[in-house]
Every structure is written in structure tokens, then in C-alpha cells.
Nanobody
């Protein structure tokens, strides 16, 4: 079993910053892509940012220029640095990864349990 554990969420004032971390553990052969999604109350879960093993990134328009995704392949960890946070960024943030546990099977999509980010005065 492969698990993703997020950390770093919490309460921050508008304009502040947070860094989220997500560490993958278990039987891991390789991880292709890792990303962050978020879901606010009453809204659909949306992609925030994603990064491939080669370092290619993709960001939602709403966070471009404010958020930065990065990963440490040796640690099987992905990070999301969030700057200039706005109240609309308030959501549960979920880590996602495409993981292969061996050399013959395809990738399995794995989700973390989520970490709450609240942006408020």
C-alpha cells in the first residue's frame, strides 16, 4: 500500500504564506506526477498545481505567480509554497500522485487525506 501524508496547513492572514508538504511512503517503484488539488465548501475539487518527475509544472490560472510547486524525488515528497494568500484560497488541500509499485504494472492514482488551509483575519 502506498500512502500520501500532507502537512503544513493551518490558519494564515491574507497576504501571508504557507508551505504544504506531502510525503509518499510504502511500496514505491516510481512516481510520475505529483500534484495538489483543493476543495472549498460547496465547490468542486480543482487542480492547483502539478509537477512531473522531470520537473514540468502546471498551475491553475488563479494561483499563477503566487504558488510554486516543487518536489524532492529522493524523498518522494512534493511541496507547495503559497504566497500572497487570499481568502478565496481557503480550502482543504489534497495531495495526489501517480505511483507505480513495480516494473510491470501501470501507475496507480493515490490521494492523501487532505490538510485544511484557512485564510482569514
Amino acid at each position: 500500500q502506498v500512502q500520501l501524508v500532507e502537512s503544513g496547513g493551518g490558519l494564515v492572514q491574507p497576504g501571508g504564506s504557507l508551505r504544504l508538504s506531502c510525503a509518499a511512503s510504502g511500496s514505491i517503484f516510481s512516481i510520475y506526477a505529483m500534484g495538489w488539488y483543493r476543495q472549498a465548501p460547496g465547490k468542486q475539487r480543482e487542480l492547483v498545481a502539478a509537477i512531473t518527475s522531470g520537473g514540468s509544472t502546471n498551475y491553475a490560472d488563479s494561483v499563477k505567480g503566487r504558488f510554486t510547486i516543487s518536489r524532492d524525488n529522493a524523498k518522494n515528497t512534493v511541496y507547495l509554497k503559497m504566497n500572497s494568500l487570499k481568502p478565496k484560497d481557503t480550502a482543504v488541500y489534497y495531495c495526489n500522485a501517480e505511483v507505480s509499485s513495480d516494473c510491470v504494472n501501470g501507475y496507480l492514482e493515490v490521494w492523501g487525506q487532505g490538510t485544511l488551509v484557512t485564510v482569514s483575519s
